[in-house]
């Protein structure tokens, strides 16, 4: 399975656009990017997913590098209700798992 | 947006006892669910695959006789946790497929604690 790497951690001030990184070198030509993100002790939650054309919902943005090496989640406006851990996956369209790494804690400041 | 119900949020059991998850789709029919567990500060690891009407695929490592799948239908799965220990101590959580949604939606979430 391809895996990705994203930082640990970030800070962002609320009201502020905030850029999640991840990298995802090993991707295959059909794997689907997809960002979960979690609050404390609750289940997920989808954000967004593309495959090679840029993404936007309700929730945030999706923009994905040319050669799909990498990709970056935007969240437009944080708020303190965006505190959470953000997932970058990779899926595999031969099945619907996902295989999850470790995520980076977003925090908001006030 | 599809909704997932798991229940309990939250179960303490004595060591030796077992414990049953429900994970039900309210309001479409998840031909697949997946099982996943995850300890404190840690990410999601899966455990399992179920799909309704056939026997449960496993991660390497977990033992199928431990954790008991059951995929009776398109609506609920079940998880149960067989004589429970206090390492089988753990946040669990399933998750279902929407046919032809490329999103998978969670349920909240079960605090298992095995005394």
């Known amino acids: 399975d391809a895996k990705t790497t994203q930082p640990n951690s970030m800070e962002s001030n609320e009201e502020e656009p905030v850029h999640l990184p991840c990298n995802h070198s090993t991707i295959s030509g059909t794997d689907y990017i997809h960002w979960y993100r979690q609050l404390p002790s609750q289940g997920p939650e989808y954000v967004i997913h593309g495959l090679t054309s840029n993404v936007n919902n309700r929730m945030a943005s999706l923009a994905i590098a040319e050669d799909r090496k990498s990709s970056t989640l935007i969240l437009h406006r944080a708020t303190l209700r965006d505190a959470a851990v953000y997932y970058c996956?990779?899926?595999?369209?031969?099945?619907?798992?996902?295989?999850w790494g470790a995520g980076t804690k977003l925090i908001i400041k006030p | 947006g599809a909704v997932v119900s798991q229940h309990p949020s939250r179960v303490i059991c004595k060591s030796g006892t077992s414990v049953k998850i429900e994970c039900r789709s309210l309001d479409f029919q998840a031909t697949t669910m997946f099982w996943y567990r995850q300890f404190p500060k840690q990410s999601l690891m899966l455990m399992a695959t179920s799909n309704e009407g056939s026997k449960a695929t496993y991660e390497q490592g977990v033992e199928k006789d431990k954790f008991l799948i059951n995929h009776a239908s398109l609506t609920l799965s079940t998880l149960t946790v067989t004589s429970a220990h206090p390492e089988d101590s753990s946040f669990y959580i399933c998750?279902?497929?929407?046919?032809?949604?490329?999103?998978?939606?969670f349920g909240s979430g079960t605090q298992l604690s095995v005394l």
């Open positions: 998750s279902a497929r929407v046919p032809t949604n490329e999103k998978l939606f």
């Open positions: 996956i990779l899926r595999d369209p031969s099945n619907y798992q996902l295989i």
